[in-house]
C-alpha cells in the first residue's frame, strides 16, 4: 500500500483542538520484519506498511504533524508500549515509557518549539492485574510523569476467538470480568486515575458491567469501540451496525463513560478508506465514518465525545490535515459549542490539563 498523497488545506483553521490520542515510537527493523511474515496476523500484516513508513515517529514527527495547518493546542500521548526499559523488574518496565514521553512533554513546554502543548496529558500502559504489586508501579508511573500523568490504559484487554484478526496482539478472554483486574480497577480512582480501553465491538457488554460497577471510575473507550469489519466478520455491516449501535446507548447510559471518536483508520474495521488508491478525500472519509460518529455523539453527547489522530497509525488512510478536515466536516452541523466540546474541551477536562485553548 502507497502512502496517502492526497492532500487539503485545513478548515476552519482557528478552531482550537485538543488530539486526544495519539502515540510515539521507534520501532526496530526486526519488529517490522515479524509484522509481514506470512505468520503474522491479518491486524499485523496489514499495519506493516504504514508502520514501516512511520517507524520513527518521535517529537519531530508529532510536531511537525501538529503545526501543518491546524490550531492544535495540546496533545495526549496513549501508551504504545516503546521505551520499555531494558533493565530491573518487569513490572517496573513501562516506567521507561513514562519517562521519554515526559521528556518530550517537557521540550515542547519550553516554547522553543511553539505554542502547541505536545503531550501535555500521559496515559500510560499498565496491567491492572498485578495484585499487589500495582499500587507501587502506579504511583512510580505518576512520579515519572512529572505531572502529567493522567491515566492508565491496561494490556490484554482487546480479545477475539479468532486469532488471525489480532494475532499475538490478541489479549485474554473476559479479563474486565477477572476479579483480580477489578481490585486493580478500584486503585485507579482512589488514586485520581482515569482508565483508557482499546477493546473489540463484542465486548462491549463487558465495558458496559464494568462502567456500572465502578461508577466513580472515568472510562474512556477508545477508537468507538473498535467495529469490525474483518475476518469472519467482513461483509457484515448491515448485520452488525445495529448490535454495535445498541451497545454504544446502552454505554451511554454509564455517565462515567467518555468516547473517543477516530481511529477508524485501523484495518479492523474493513472500511474502504484503508488502502484506498487514490486516498479518501475528507469529504470521502467524512461520508464512509459518519453513522458511526453521529450515532456516538447522538448518545453521549458532544460533552462526553472527543476527537482523536490516533497518529502515526490512522496515517494509513490520510495524513494529519485530511484526517482532521474529516472531524470537522462530520462536526459541520454542529453548534459553536458542541465543536468546542468535541474538538477541546471534554479532552481538556477528562485528562485535566492545564491549557488556554
Known amino acids: 500500500m502507497s502512502a496517502p498523497e492526497h492532500s487539503e488545506q485545513p478548515i476552519a483553521p482557528e478552531l482550537p483542538i485538543v488530539d486526544a490520542h495519539h502515540h510515539l515510537w521507534l520501532l526496530p527493523q526486526a519488529a517490522l520484519e515479524a509484522m509481514e511474515?506470512?505468520?503474522?496476523?491479518?491486524?499485523?500484516?496489514?499495519?506493516?506498511?504504514?508502520?514501516?513508513?512511520?517507524?520513527?515517529y518521535l517529537f519531530d514527527e508529532l510536531l511537525a504533524d501538529a503545526q501543518s495547518g491546524h490550531n492544535v493546542r495540546a496533545t495526549l500521548f496513549v501508551d504504545a508500549q516503546a521505551?520499555?526499559?531494558a533493565d530491573g523488574p518487569d513490572r517496573m518496565k513501562s516506567v521507561g515509557e513514562v519517562e521519554f514521553v515526559n521528556g518530550v512533554a517537557a521540550m515542547s513546554a519550553s516554547g522553543l518549539f511553539g505554542?502547541?502543548?505536545?503531550?501535555?496529558?500521559?496515559?500510560?500502559?499498565?496491567?491492572?492485574?498485578?495484585?499487589?504489586?500495582?499500587?507501587?508501579?502506579?504511583?512510580?508511573?505518576?512520579?515519572?510523569?512529572?505531572?502529567?500523568?493522567?491515566?492508565?490504559?491496561?494490556?490484554?484487554?482487546?480479545?477475539d476467538d479468532d486469532k488471525v484478526i489480532l494475532g499475538t496482539g490478541s489479549g485474554t478472554p473476559h479479563v474486565l470480568s477477572h476479579p483480580?483486574?477489578?481490585?486493580?480497577?478500584?486503585?485507579?480512582?482512589?488514586?485520581?486515575?482515569?482508565?483508557?480501553?482499546?477493546?473489540?465491538?463484542?465486548?462491549?457488554?463487558?465495558?458496559?458491567?464494568?462502567?456500572?460497577?465502578?461508577?466513580?471510575?472515568?472510562?474512556?473507550?477508545?477508537?468507538?469501540?473498535?467495529?469490525?469489519?474483518?475476518?469472519?466478520?467482513?461483509?457484515?455491516?448491515?448485520?452488525?451496525?445495529?448490535?454495535?449501535?445498541?451497545?454504544?446507548?446502552?454505554?451511554?447510559?454509564?455517565?462515567?463513560?467518555?468516547?473517543?471518536?477516530?481511529?477508524?483508520?485501523?484495518?479492523?474495521?474493513?472500511?474502504?478508506?484503508?488502502?484506498?488508491?487514490?486516498?479518501?478525500?475528507?469529504?470521502?472519509?467524512?461520508?464512509?465514518?459518519?453513522?458511526?460518529?453521529?450515532?456516538?455523539?447522538?448518545?453521549?453527547?458532544?460533552?462526553?465525545?472527543?476527537?482523536?489522530?490516533?497518529?502515526?497509525?490512522?496515517a494509513a488512510v490520510a495524513n494529519y490535515t485530511v484526517l482532521w478536515n474529516a472531524f470537522k466536516r462530520l462536526a459541520a452541523g454542529a453548534s459553536d459549542a458542541e465543536k468546542e466540546a468535541l474538538f477541546s474541551g471534554p479532552a481538556t477536562r477528562a485528562y485535566r490539563l492545564n491549557l488556554v485553548v
Not at 37 to 56: F, G, I, K
Open 37 to 56: 511474515q506470512q505468520h503474522a496476523s491479518l491486524l499485523e500484516r496489514a499495519l506493516a506498511p504504514t508502520l514501516r513508513r512511520h517507524a520513527r
Open 83 to 85: 521505551m520499555y526499559r
Open 115 to 159: 505554542e502547541t502543548r505536545l503531550c501535555a496529558g500521559i496515559v500510560g500502559g499498565v496491567d491492572l492485574r498485578l495484585g499487589d504489586a500495582l499500587e507501587e508501579v502506579l504511583i512510580a508511573h505518576i512520579r515519572a510523569g512529572g505531572g502529567r500523568y493522567r491515566g492508565v490504559r491496561a494490556a490484554g484487554i482487546a480479545y
Open 180 to 314: 483480580v483486574f477489578r481490585k486493580g480497577f478500584g486503585v485507579l480512582h482512589r488514586l485520581g486515575l482515569t482508565f483508557d480501553v482499546f477493546l473489540l465491538e463484542p465486548q462491549l457488554p463487558e465495558l458496559i458491567d464494568l462502567a456500572q460497577t465502578f461508577p466513580e471510575t472515568t472510562i474512556i473507550l477508545n477508537h468507538l469501540g473498535c467495529p469490525l469489519g474483518v475476518g469472519r466478520y467482513a461483509g457484515k455491516r448491515d448485520e452488525s451496525f445495529p448490535i454495535w449501535r445498541s451497545r454504544i446507548q446502552a454505554l451511554a447510559r454509564c455517565p462515567n463513560v467518555l468516547m473517543k471518536l477516530g481511529g477508524l483508520g485501523i484495518p479492523l474495521g474493513g472500511f474502504s478508506s484503508y488502502g484506498a488508491s487514490p486516498p479518501m478525500t475528507s469529504t470521502q472519509l467524512a461520508e464512509e465514518w459518519k453513522p458511526y460518529v453521529e450515532t456516538a455523539i447522538e448518545a453521549l453527547g458532544a460533552n462526553r465525545c472527543m476527537f482523536e489522530s490516533n497518529f502515526p497509525v490512522d
